[in-house]
C-alpha cells in the first residue's frame, strides 16, 4: 500500500530528553500540489499513529502521545527513542539543523476539487515523519540546474535516486528521471526567463506522475 505524503517545515520544539511538540500540518495551507488540509480532515481517527524517520516503517523514531486538531492544525507531542542509534541520531540532526520538517503519511478518504487543487476532507493518518527536506518540484528543480554538464545519463539517474530516496515507486522514478531529461535536452537554462520556463515545465511533469 503506497500512501500520500505532505512536508511542514519544522515548528517543533525538541527537549534534550527527546520530547517534541509542534505541529505536523497546517490547515487552509496550499501546498505545491495544490492540496489544502482543511480542519477536521484528522478527526475520528483511532490508528496507532507511527513516528518515523524519512516515511521509512523500519526506522520508528519513537512514539507520539499525543496528536489531535486544534484551531492551527494537526498538534503532536511525543518522544524520540535517545535510547537507540537512530533516535540519538535524529535528535543530533534536528539540533543541528540537518532535518528541518515534518512529514505526515496518509491515505485520501475525502477530497472535493477546489482552484488549482484538492480540498483535502479527510485522510486516514497512518505516521508522522521527520524529514531532511520536501520532495517537491523546485527541489528536484534546483537539484537539476545545479549539476554541471549535459550527460544525459548522469542527469536520469541523479533524479531517478532523488525520487527513490522521497519514496517514490521505481517506475514513477523511472518516468520523472525521463521527463526531466527530456524537458532538460529540449529546453536552454542560459537565462533567467528560460529558466522559470524550464521549472515550470518539469514542475508539471512530475506532478502528472
Do not use: C
Request: hydrophobic content about 40%.
Amino acid at each position: 500500500m503506497k500512501l500520500q505524503h505532505k512536508f511542514q517545515p519544522l515548528e517543533a520544539e525538541v527537549s534534550e530528553r527527546g520530547h517534541v511538540t509542534g505541529y505536523a500540518s497546517k490547515f487552509g495551507i496550499k501546498d505545491q500540489g495544490g492540496d489544502i488540509v482543511v480542519k477536521g480532515a484528522f478527526s475520528g481517527g483511532n490508528r496507532k499513529v507511527r513516528m518515523l524517520r524519512d516515511h521509512d516503517p523500519s526506522k520508528v523514531a519513537g512514539v507520539w502521545d499525543v496528536i489531535e486538531e486544534d484551531s492551527t492544525g494537526l498538534h503532536v507531542e511525543g518522544r524520540i527513542n535517545l535510547g537507540t542509534t537512530l533516535g540519538k541520531d535524529l535528535y543530533a540532526d534536528l539540533d543541528f539543523g540537518a532535518v528541518d520538517g515534518m512529514s505526515i503519511g496518509y491515505r485520501t478518504v475525502d477530497a472535493v476539487k477546489a482552484s488549482g487543487g484538492r480540498e483535502l476532507r479527510k485522510v486516514d493518518l497512518w505516521e508522522v515523519s521527520f524529514v531532511a527536506f520536501p520532495m517537491l518540484p523546485e527541489a528536484v528543480v534546483q537539484s537539476v540546474k545545479s549539476i554541471e554538464g549535459e550527460n544525459p545519463a548522469v542527469l536520469k539517474r541523479f533524479v531517478e535516486e532523488i525520487m527513490r530516496e522521497a519514496d517514490f515507486s521505481a517506475d514513477e522514478a523511472k518516468a520523472a528521471a525521463a521527463a526531466v531529461a527530456r524537458v532538460r535536452a529540449e529546453r536552454e537554462v542560459s537565462d533567467e526567463h528560460k529558466a522559470a520556463d524550464f521549472a515550470a515545465v518539469l514542475k508539471d511533469a512530475i506532478r502528472g506522475l
